[in-house]
């Protein structure tokens, strides 16, 4: 890693991560506040839940896709091959629930026959699957394990990234961020 430029992302990938990082957050909370609140409140809250869910699988479509013609820079020689064999698996899996919890969403509320409105610009229809509230419920118990999983997932990621940055003093942080050095 000769150059910086070698050493960071680029800034359109970090305006997919920060910006999906923070519909991911703000998503887990309105989740976790609907199932604490009323009937109707907890209505109004699925439905933006739902909507930012689209938002974030629409968004990572988008960031894969830019993904696939712009080459993440190389992991810091200072990592160790398990640190990076860790990293890589940690990012699959984040890109498989990026795009899972999402799509499970949506069809969970399609086998209970609910279309998405998406914050009342528009509505995203059911998915043509039928009528199945048992399965509805069923997939909705994964999709929240999966949500949970996420989390953790999302505290093991900042963990790294504050390794990186604070121990090994090899960029991690930086590398994400579009100000400093990496």
Request: cysteine-free; aromatic content about 10%.
């Given at each position: 890693?000769?150059?910086?430029?070698q050493?960071?992302?680029?800034?359109?990938?970090?305006?997919?991560?920060?910006?999906?990082?923070?519909?991911?957050?703000?998503?887990?909370r309105?989740?976790?506040?609907?199932?604490h609140?009323s009937?109707?409140d907890e209505?109004?809250?699925?439905?933006?839940?739902?909507?930012?869910?689209?938002?974030?699988?629409?968004?990572?479509?988008?960031?894969?896709?830019?993904?696939?013609?712009?080459?993440?820079?190389p992991?810091?020689?200072t990592m160790?091959?398990?640190e990076?064999?860790?990293?890589?698996t940690v990012h699959?899996?984040?890109?498989?629930?990026?795009?899972?919890?999402?799509l499970g969403?949506?069809?969970?509320?399609?086998?209970?026959?609910?279309d998405?409105?998406y914050?009342?610009?528009?509505?995203?229809?059911?998915l043509?699957?039928?009528?199945?509230?048992?399965?509805a419920?069923?997939?909705?118990?994964?999709?929240?394990t999966g949500?949970?999983?996420?989390?953790?997932l999302?505290?093991?990621?900042?963990?790294?990234?504050?390794?990186?940055?604070?121990?090994?003093?090899?960029g991690?942080v930086?590398?994400?961020?579009p100000w400093?050095?990496?």
């Open positions: 890693m000769s150059t910086a430029g050493s960071r992302y680029s800034g359109v990938a970090m305006a997919f991560h920060w910006i999906i990082a923070l519909l991911v957050i703000v998503n887990w309105i989740a976790e506040a609907a199932e609140a009937e109707i209505a109004a809250l699925v439905g933006n839940h739902k909507a930012i869910g689209i938002t974030i699988l629409v968004l990572t479509l988008g960031r894969l896709a830019w993904r696939l013609g712009h080459k993440p820079p992991f810091p020689d160790a091959g398990w990076k064999a860790l990293a890589r699959v899996v984040f890109y498989v629930m990026l795009v899972g919890l999402p969403g949506w069809l969970a509320g399609s086998f209970a026959g609910r998405i409105s914050f009342g610009a528009f509505v995203i229809p059911a043509p699957v039928g009528e199945n509230f048992d399965l419920k069923a997939i909705i118990g994964f999709h929240k949500g949970e999983i996420m989390i953790y999302i505290g093991l990621h900042i963990l790294g990234a504050l390794k990186h940055t604070f121990v090994d003093k090899s991690g930086a590398r994400m961020l400093g050095r990496s």
